[in-house]
């Protein structure tokens, strides 16, 4: 397979045309033409680098970021006398340095929807001169190493995306009939969805013998195989095949590569923020991190906002802790959500501990309110008193943003047992909040053995940090984690659309001649 992807490496960016790529005139010619000078200039690069350049190009072409990368290694797979020319390594090496400059250098939203515009990388010949000055450099191999994703655990998510590409090459997994199955149960189905659990690694090699494998009797061993199953998926692990379960089994090894391929750039992260004291919010994972670099110091359950009302992208710090908050409701959830339930019960407001504002911020007592009952014409605005009532919970961690949007506990914490929890109205609610807020107050100016005392009461106090803390949301749907298990998780914003790189030709012809 080395040699295939050898070959096709280099004829890939020799065949680049000018869509691909934007080269200037004086490089046009021996790179598109390449004869014996451009040997002489470019010395062939070890064998190591070769296959490092050529691996890179592949990971970022299934990523789907940009036609360019597809584009190029299926010209690449297609011409495999590309490998021996030297001008082949450098255009791949410019190729990828540029794109990870631009990567770095998008802002979050753009990063996790995958909108890389504009990209034109440029042979230069100040660049050309780099790389052959690089060329003669005794560390040239960790030096090509640097053009990698700076993910934690990016050499083993390598092995698995190559894992997963292999499989895909195979026969492709069974189709499965629409079915529910619980323990016990029975199902002509069972050997098939046996086969993928041991083409999944799900059902280990040798624990069913081949008649056992054929049973229709849903069986202890292919229970405990269905729940590791879904606990790498984020489901519930009742050993129940359900709708949901059902889906992911159904999912097939190359859409899974595709998947891994975009969080392993996704996980891409500028060097800044992977260097620093962070929280982190993963939103398909429903899971809030405080990282030191990349030691997790601190971790809780979260619920954030629902498809229609979605918990944005965003990079942003905490500068406060708001302890007892009130809640001053945005506008959008008291049309929607408040108002039609004031409309049927006169007494929502004091059921809610609801207050009534005007349009000059003066509490209006709502005996006096002056409204003619419809949704379409509620003149005031609500602030909830704190307190256990209180949506917000007992602590909002504010962070300045745009989308009003921010972290907090809840009045609710029986939503924290769900593991479909895209819940919200955008924010995030933090279940170990109290945890949280002692972490984040330790070795600040506030004495973290008053706050028990505040927590008594209901009167509002605000924390300024000492440092205020990075935080970022991301959308990062698999990884590797510390046990070496491939998880996976819902696209539940739609950022990936499964299905279509499912019904991919290009994916397809990626997969082949990889």
Same mark, same amino acid.
């Given at each position: 397979m080395r040699g295939k992807l050898m070959s096709t490496t280099a004829m890939l960016l020799l065949a680049w045309n000018s869509s691909c790529f934007a080269v200037k005139a004086e490089l046009r010619e021996s790179a598109l033409a390449p004869g014996a000078e451009v040997s002489a200039l470019l010395p062939l690069p070890p064998v190591a680098v070769r296959a490092e350049l050529t691996q890179q190009l592949m990971e970022v072409a299934m990523a789907g970021i940009h036609p360019v990368f597809a584009k190029s290694w299926l010209q690449l797979t297609e011409q495999p006398e590309l490998a021996k020319n030297p001008e082949t390594y450098y255009q791949i090496y410019s190729l990828l340095h540029q794109f990870r400059q631009q990567w770095h250098a998008l802002d979050g939203d753009s990063r996790e929807r995958f909108h890389l515009k504009n990209f034109n990388p440029v042979l230069s010949a100040a660049d050309r001169d780099e790389y052959a000055a690089l060329l003669q450099r005794s560390d040239l191999e960790r030096v090509m190493n640097k053009l990698r994703p700076q993910t934690e655990n990016y050499l083993v998510s390598r092995r698995v995306l190559l894992a997963l590409l292999s499989e895909s090459r195979k026969a492709p997994w069974p189709?499965?009939?629409?079915?529910?199955?619980?323990?016990?149960?029975?199902?002509?189905?069972?050997?098939?969805?046996?086969?993928?659990?041991?083409?999944?690694?799900?059902?280990?090699?040798?624990?069913?013998?081949?008649?056992?494998?054929?049973?229709?009797?849903?069986?202890?061993?292919?229970? !405990?195989?269905?729940?590791?199953?879904?606990?790498?998926?984020?489901?519930?692990?009742?050993?129940?095949?359900?709708?949901?379960?059902?889906?992911?089994?159904?999912? !097939?090894?190359?859409?899974?590569?595709?998947?891994?391929?975009?969080?392993?750039?996704?996980?891409?992260?500028?060097? !800044?923020?992977?260097?620093?004291?962070?929280?982190?919010?993963? /939103?398909?994972?429903?899971?809030?991190?405080?990282?030191?670099?990349? !030691?997790?110091?601190?971790? +809780?359950?979260? /619920?954030?906002?629902?498809?229609?009302?979605?918990?944005?992208?965003?990079?942003?710090?905490?500068?406060? /802790?708001?302890?007892?908050?009130?809640?001053?409701?945005?506008?959008?959830? @008291?049309?929607?959500?408040?108002?039609?339930?004031?409309?049927?019960?006169?007494?929502?407001?004091?059921?809610?501990?609801?207050?009534?504002?005007?349009?000059?911020?003066?509490?209006?007592?709502?005996?006096?309110?002056?409204?003619?009952?419809?949704?379409?014409?509620?003149?005031?605005?609500?602030?909830?008193?704190?307190?256990?009532?209180?949506?917000?919970?007992?602590?909002?961690?504010?962070?300045?943003?745009?989308?009003?949007?921010?972290?907090?506990?809840?009045?609710?914490?029986?939503?924290?047992?769900?593991?479909?929890?895209?819940?919200?109205?955008?924010?995030?609610?933090?279940?170990?909040?109290?945890?949280?807020?002692?972490?984040?107050?330790?070795? +600040?100016?506030?004495? /973290?053995?008053?706050?028990?005392?505040?927590?008594?009461?209901?009167?509002?106090?605000? @924390?300024?940090?000492?440092?205020?803390?990075?935080?970022?949301?991301v959308y990062w749907r698999s990884w590797v984690d510390k046990q070496g298990q491939l998880q996976f998780r819902d696209d539940i914003y739609q950022f990936d659309d499964d299905a279509k790189m499912a019904n991919s030709a290009v994916i397809n012809s990626l997969i082949d001649h990889s």
């Open positions: 189709e499965l009939p629409a079915l529910k199955l619980k323990p016990g149960e029975s199902n002509e189905a069972l050997p098939l969805i046996r086969d993928v659990l041991l083409r999944s690694g799900d059902l280990p090699a040798g624990q069913l013998n081949t008649e056992q494998l054929k049973l229709g009797t849903y069986d202890e061993q292919t229970v !405990q195989a269905i729940s590791h199953f879904q606990q790498r998926h984020g489901l519930e692990a009742d050993g129940v095949i359900g709708r949901r379960t059902l889906n992911w089994l159904r999912l !097939q090894p190359k859409v899974r590569a595709v998947i891994l391929a975009r969080s392993i750039l996704r996980g891409d992260l500028p060097l !800044q923020i992977s260097s620093q004291r962070h929280v982190l919010v993963n /939103i398909p994972e429903y899971r809030l991190r405080v990282l030191e670099g990349q !030691q997790e110091i601190f971790s +809780s359950r979260v /619920i954030v906002g629902q498809f229609k009302r979605q918990t944005p992208i965003l990079s942003s710090e905490i500068s406060s /802790i708001v302890v007892n908050p009130a809640w001053h409701v945005p506008t959008r959830i @008291l049309q929607q959500d408040l108002v039609p339930k004031l409309v049927k019960d006169k007494h929502f407001l004091d059921k809610g501990q609801f207050e009534l504002v005007d349009s000059q911020g003066v509490t209006v007592d709502p005996t006096a309110m002056v409204w003619d009952g419809t949704e379409e014409n509620f003149p005031y605005r609500l602030r909830q008193k704190p307190g256990d009532h209180n949506a917000l919970g007992r602590y909002k961690f504010y962070l300045p943003n745009n989308d009003a949007i921010y972290l907090h506990s809840t009045s609710s914490p029986g939503y924290f047992k769900r593991d479909l929890r895209a819940l919200s109205s955008g924010c995030v609610r933090v279940e170990e909040a109290d945890d949280f807020a002692r972490l984040l107050l330790k070795g +600040s100016k506030w004495n /973290i053995d008053k706050l028990d005392k505040m927590l008594k009461e209901d009167t509002t106090k605000w @924390l300024s940090m000492t440092d205020p803390i990075p935080v970022y949301t």
